[in-house]
């Protein structure tokens, strides 16, 4: 029998896909058998390896797809899950952060000895209440009462920033939303000062804090109704820009129709960060009697929320000629308001959030009145 022909013979038992004791006892006779055969064929001992490797090479390469083995010679090199991490580790804490969370302006803490509350009183008719006397108030921090330092009922200067809603759904109501303020500035105090921001896709700064009135009613006529509503984006940048204030006392008066649809910012974030800003933010809801989208359908509950965190006011209006009026109101509330001044108990700078109450201690005779003041403040560090 010629050596090809034992090729033949050895290499189908292997294609069988039998154990691979029955291949590599093939293979051992298939090398002994060559082996002795080199002693009496005229043929060098080299070229007799080069057929055995030649040989095997067959066997073995009919055979792989066969099977699905893998050469013991091939080399994989897999990291170690050890490295891996370390490889994460090593990745700067910053570049894991979403981008809304990068940008976040740093929390605003109550610096000064003296934490000062504004604080609007208001009957069961929503009309505003004045008249009352420090006696009249009690202030708590947690659950630990605090002596009011200050008390002031007087129209304070007050820095002020309108953000107005100029999306696409606003075309059938931006005449009324214009007039709307045009009379809320007519409540300003001399020293008063203002800026402006309108938003749709996303805010744009118009105006930047100016004591003219008519330089904030001159840009607001060029204001055109388009696209989407970046609700949350403009408050936020509201609270960033209100960093410029001149005055200790901050507002915010938002005009919108409806909920938010296109910001960057979510809800969570903008009321974390309404409550670590010292601005009061008051809105003017213009909604629909049928909600269309979901996120109209939750926009007066935002804004109450956000509203609330602060110490402002929302109010809601169905019918657009009532906007004057509303904005004439929230005029009138916040240049007479009362502010209540006290130092902490709890002198430790830890940096942490700390609640605040106000309850009233009405002379008697009143109706039941409700109350509206920040809810807290952040401790300095």
Known sequence: MSFMDERRLSCPVALTGKSGMVRRWNLRVLQRRTMLRGRSLPLPFSLSKILLMLAVSACLGAELPAMGQ?????????????????????????????????????????NADLVLVPVTITDPMNRLVTGLEKENFQLFEGSAGQE???????????????????????????????????????????????????????????????????????????????RRTALLDAIYMGITKMRQAKYGKKALLIISDGGDNHSRYTEGEIKALVKEADVMVYAIGIYDRYFPTEEERLGPALLGEIAELSGGRAFTVENPNDLADV???????????????????????????????????????????????????????
Do not use: C
């Open 70 to 110: 893998t050469d013991v010679n091939d080399v994989h090199v897999v990291p170690r899950p050890v490295e891996k991490a370390k490889a994460e580790e090593d990745v700067p804490k910053e570049s894991m952060v979403s981008p809304s969370l990068k940008t976040q302006i740093r929390p605003l803490k109550i």
């Open 327 to 381: 904005a004439t109101k929230i005029g009138v509330e916040l240049r007479n308001q009362y502010v209540l001044g006290y130092r902490p108990q709890n002198g430790s700078r830890d940096g942490k959030w700390r609640k605040i109450k106000v309850k009233l201690l009405p002379p008697k005779g009143l109706p039941p009145l409700r109350v509206y003041a920040r809810t807290g403040y952040y401790a300095p560090e």
């Open 148 to 226: 009011i330092k200050t008390f002031s009922s007087e129209d304070a200067p007050v820095s002020l920033g309108v953000i107005f809603d100029s999306s696409g759904s606003m075309s059938s109501k931006m005449d009324r939303a214009k007039d709307a303020v045009v009379e809320f500035f007519k409540t300003a105090n001399p020293q008063d000062e203002f800026f402006m921001i309108t938003f749709s896709d996303e805010p744009e700064v118009v105006s930047d804090f100016t004591s003219s009135v008519d330089d904030i009613q001159g840009k607001l006529v060029f204001t055109v109704p388009r």
